[in-house]
């Protein structure tokens, strides 16, 4: 017997494509035709995963404000690349990665209306799995403050825990599967349909304070400890129960 319709859905963003080689081809077999649908249990089984989160992202950002745009461009500029030279000189592909972020100059108005200056805003984005590096670096960089800090996993480590949690789902499935059918008094279950969903939370370290770029702070590095988060898959479907 083999499985005549087998779908599966997009894990949620963030997530890395579900490894499903061998998986899916593990379920019972059955002929091309179906029988007719009698006999039909809906059933739905899922599994879940605690995994410590190994990716670290940090977004720094700064604010300006001015009566000329190109003044606060060049300010931002400033603060930008003092802190992007900052970033580089640990910079490491997969352990410590650095890219700007959003730049942004926009007209800012008065209560009565019109223009009477400018603002604008930039970011760097500073993310890897080396945490304490990133940490540490968080009280070197002085021109720009922290604006969001999140804890992931990096697509390595998704993908592994991806297709563990997967099998888990659909061995779980399989399991209820004979259940029923030895239940009722059927001898085996062919598979009609079966949709497999995942999703991989993201972590979000508490929220920390913005700091301003002060000398008397600018020592101040990040505290970091990594977090756990759950990665879940589930799976439902019907099958037919046979004698």
């Known amino acids: ?22 998986v899916v081809s593990a379920l019972p077999l059955h002929a091309q035709t179906l029988p007719p649908p009698e006999n039909v249990v809906n059933l739905n089984a899922s599994a879940t995963v605690e995994v410590a989160s190994d990716w670290l992202t ?9 009566p000329e745009a190109g003044a606060v461009q ?37 209560p009565k209306g019109g223009t009477n200056g400018w603002t604008g805003s930039t970011e760097l984005v500073v993310e890897g799995r080396d945490m304490a590096a990133i940490g540490a670096l968080t009280g070197r ?7 969001r800090v999140q804890q992931s996993l990096s697509r390595e480590a998704a993908e592994r ?18 259940q029923s059918a030895k239940l009722f008094g059927f001898s085996g279950w062919l598979l009609r349909e ?14 920390v304070a913005m700091r301003a770029a002060t000398s008397a702070m600018a020592d101040e590095a990040l505290p970091v400890e990594a977090g756990k988060t759950n990665v879940t898959a589930s799976v439902n479907g019907s099958v037919q129960l046979t004698r």
């Open 1 to 22: 017997m083999h499985a005549s319709v087998v779908s599966r859905k997009p894990w949620h963003r963030h997530a890395a494509p579900l490894v499903l080689a061998g």
């Open 58 to 66: 940090v977004v720094f950002s700064t604010t300006r404000e001015g």
């Open 74 to 110: 060049t300010q931002l500029k400033q603060a930008l690349d003092a802190a992007l030279a900052e970033a580089r000189r640990i910079a490491k592909p997969g352990d410590v990665e650095v890219r700007t972020g959003g730049f942004s100059i926009r007209p800012r108005y008065s």
């Open 141 to 147: 960089i002085q021109t720009l403050s922290i604006a």
């Open 161 to 178: 825990v991806e297709a563990d949690v997967t099998a888990q789902a659909v061995a779980s499935f399989r399991a209820k599967a004979d």
């Open 194 to 207: 079966v949709n497999i969903n995942g999703e991989m939370p993201r972590f979000r370290a508490p929220a």
